[in-house]
Nanobody, 125 residues
């Protein structure tokens, strides 16, 4: 299983980006999906997660009201829409899949079995 992230880049503070993640294989529709991020010199942290059907979402307090996670199972893709970006959002963003918790997306990174390579998001002030 491979997870391919895209959509990262450089943006000014207050701007927006949309990240995409397209898992290969047949696990997608029954997997909870999560986004995590890791800033330079810091530990990886939870950003957002969504259930297999898309009806349940979870967010870190730091991104609530600014980021939106969604999925299109027909397109086998999960998205992270990031608005009102701040310099502290600068990090490598990772997509992850958890086939065992379709109905209960976790905020814990150890719950996820599959990870992408990451995409860099840089927010300038």
């Amino acid at each position: 299983v491979q997870l391919l992230e895209s959509g990262g880049g450089l943006v000014q503070a207050g701007g927006s980006l949309r990240l995409s993640c397209a898992p290969s294989g047949r696990i997608f529709t029954r997997s909870a999906m999560g986004w995590f991020r890791q800033a330079s010199g810091k530990e990886r942290e939870f950003v957002a997660a969504i259930s297999g059907g898309g009806g349940i979402t979870r967010y870190a307090d730091s991104v609530k009201g600014r980021f939106t996670i969604s999925r299109d199972n027909a397109k086998n893709t999960v998205y992270l829409q990031m608005n009102v970006l701040k310099p502290e959002d600068t990090a490598v963003y990772y997509c992850a899949a958890d086939p065992s918790r379709s109905y209960s997306p976790s905020s814990i990174d150890s719950a996820y079995d599959y990870w992408g390579q990451g995409t860099q998001v840089t927010v300038s002030s």
